[in-house]
């Protein structure tokens, strides 16, 4: 596929539909990403584009919370490899379909494909419908001890497309004031995508799904290795 020149976050976005999905930043498993890492490393193009400078436009820092704040047909969360990407609300139904498969979150705990911690985590998320991660970790009972089981257990969630991230949200003092850093909210992938995703998804073969997001990933990238590829797409 013919790289697209990336100079804002419109440019971006832009390629991020047209492409369907996308590692969050940079290609370490050789599969596709919209925006590499550094620019100055292999530059396909000259751009003003460069991570953490804050500037909305420019930043692809910033432009991950932007498509949650600004958009309703983007996803962003650990969905690749256990680390950040982006799923399009056209590509979503494959996905759902290739990762779950039909089954229900009650159903894969109920197999022993979920683990316990995920259960916890997931349970307050769906009773709250969206939470922050600070809620999350003290309403599930999760103490700093806890960090790395927890941690674990959020990835787990958010690679199974059963949970995903939805903005971000401060603290709030007593008297209703905000404060502190931003923490990430979270929610269910069926909040987040609403019942269309859903019905989509159910009408299309686990088989169906691999082949389509394994063509479209060979399209982006031909090169891609198709072992990896199949990790991509199952997590």
């Known amino acids: 596929m013919k790289v697209q020149p990336i100079r804002n976050y419109a440019d971006f976005t832009r390629a991020l539909l047209q492409a369907g999905f996308s590692m969050g930043g940079g290609n370490s498993e050789g599969i596709y ?4 890492w550094n620019w100055d490393e292999t530059p ?4 003003p584009v460069r991570w953490h400078t804050g500037e909305p ?4 820092w910033e432009w991950r919370m932007r498509v949650l704040d600004e958009r309703n047909d983007i996803a962003y969360g650990k969905v690749f490899f256990k680390k950040s990407g982006y799923i399009t609300k056209d590509w979503a139904p494959y996905f759902i379909a290739a990762r779950r498969g039909g089954t229900a979150f009650e159903q894969a705990y109920a197999a022993g494909t979920v683990s316990h911690e995920a259960k916890r985590i997931y349970g307050v998320v769906q009773e709250h419908g969206t939470l922050p991660l600070h809620a999350i970790k003290q309403l599930a009972g999760f103490g700093a ?9 959020l990835t787990e969630l958010q690679m199974r497309l059963y949970l995903t991230m939805c903005g971000r949200q401060q603290k709030l003092s007593r008297t209703g004031e905000e404060y502190g850093w931003h923490s990430t909210v979270f929610c269910t992938m069926e909040q ?12 299309i073969s686990k088989d169906e799904a691999v082949k389509a997001i394994s063509a479209q990933a060979l399209r982006l990238n031909p090169e891609a290795d198709a072992k990896k590829v199949l990790k991509f797409i199952l997590g």
């Open 33 to 36: 990403s919209v925006i590499p």
């Open 44 to 47: 396909p193009y000259d751009t």
């Open 57 to 60: 436009e420019t930043d692809p």
């Open 145 to 153: 001890e806890n960090k790395s089981r927890f941690d674990g257990a």
């Open 192 to 203: 987040f995508w609403g019942e269309g995703v859903f019905a989509e998804a159910a009408a």
